[in-house]
């Protein structure tokens, strides 16, 4: 008998991207979640979330317990059955791996073959887990899913619900999981923050030290999570708006080209024109002739 996940309620609006892989004790879909509020339940079925792709702030609650962590590729979240959740939010579009297992995630017959009490096999409301086997699982049943499975290929889905539940059981059950500590994030609001100060502060010297000061976190944690976020360093970022804020200048065509070393953060004309023909292809002066030239043929 299939398992009765509610997923398509919890997840109304969003994305079955490669449809799913079902078993009886075991069912994976693969969805791209947008990000927004949806619809918690309570399910009769255990739910292991696994990040694919994408980042963002994940708030949920369930059985009265509080969550806010940050969703990245990697990390897994665990809903055991019978949570009563009441709130689940998502501040940004999570590529996500669901895994539905039923409630007794092995037989009795199972554990106790084990010798496993199943009276101490609770599991716990688990969030933002970084779990490189966890992952490693997930993906080979991506990898699966991918590949055309047949639905009665018993021997991949038994192998792959027993070592999901052989870690789950041995690692994750109330006794044994402890909140992680909370790692420095730079959500969206702080990285707004620096971002809006490195376009007000171009003339000036910026410095590391300055910009983490502005999300309130030590260098080596801001240099780390802004590279993240975007995709490159902050010093290559913050040279890269200051080339742009350049070629506007120059395009305007209304100042000197030292002038606009100084107002674009250079230390000299000369380190200006170094950067920017390292940049750009071409010194200042040739870009703004380029840029008239275009002018006089539009004209």
């Not at 790692?183 to 003339?203: G, M, N, Q, S």
């Amino acid at each position: 008998m299939p398992l009765q996940t509610q997923s398509d309620v919890k997840y109304a609006s969003s994305e079955l991207l490669a449809g799913t892989t079902e078993w009886d004790t075991l069912r994976a879909e693969h969805r791209q979640v947008p990000g927004g509020a949806y619809n918690p339940v309570t399910s009769s079925c255990t739910e292991l979330v696994i990040i694919l792709s994408g980042q963002g702030t994940v708030r949920r609650t369930g059985d009265g317990q509080r969550q806010e962590r940050v969703a990245r590729p990697g990390t897994s979240w665990l809903v055991p059955a019978g949570t009563h959740e009441t709130q689940l939010e998502l501040d940004a579009p999570l590529e996500c791996l669901h895994l539905f297992m039923p409630a007794s995630l092995l037989e009795r017959s199972a554990l106790a073959d084990y010798g496993i009490d199943p009276d101490r096999c609770r599991l716990a409301y688990a969030a933002a887990v970084a779990d490189p086997v966890m992952a490693q699982l997930g993906g080979a049943l991506q990898a699966f899913m991918r590949s055309g499975n047949r639905h009665d290929d018993r021997i991949f889905c038994d192998g792959i619900r027993t070592a999901v539940a052989a870690r789950l059981m041995g690692h994750y059950t109330v006794d044994r999981w402890r909140v992680p500590p909370t790692a420095p994030t730079l959500d969206r609001r702080r990285l707004k923050r620096v971002l809006e100060f490195i376009e007000a502060h171009l003339a000036t010297a910026l410095s590391l030290d300055g910009l983490a000061s502005q999300a309130c976190l030590s260098p080596f944690h801001f240099a780390r999570l802004f590279r993240e976020a975007m995709g490159v360093p902050p010093h290559r970022y913050v040279s890269e708006r200051r080339i742009e804020a350049a070629k506007a200048m120059l395009a305007a065509d209304g100042a000197s080209l030292a002038q606009i070393a100084l107002d674009t953060g250079f230390a000299s004309q000369a380190s200006f024109t170094r950067v920017f023909g390292k940049a750009a292809g071409v010194t200042p002066g040739q870009y703004r002739a380029l840029c008239r030239d275009q002018r006089l043929e539009v004209d």
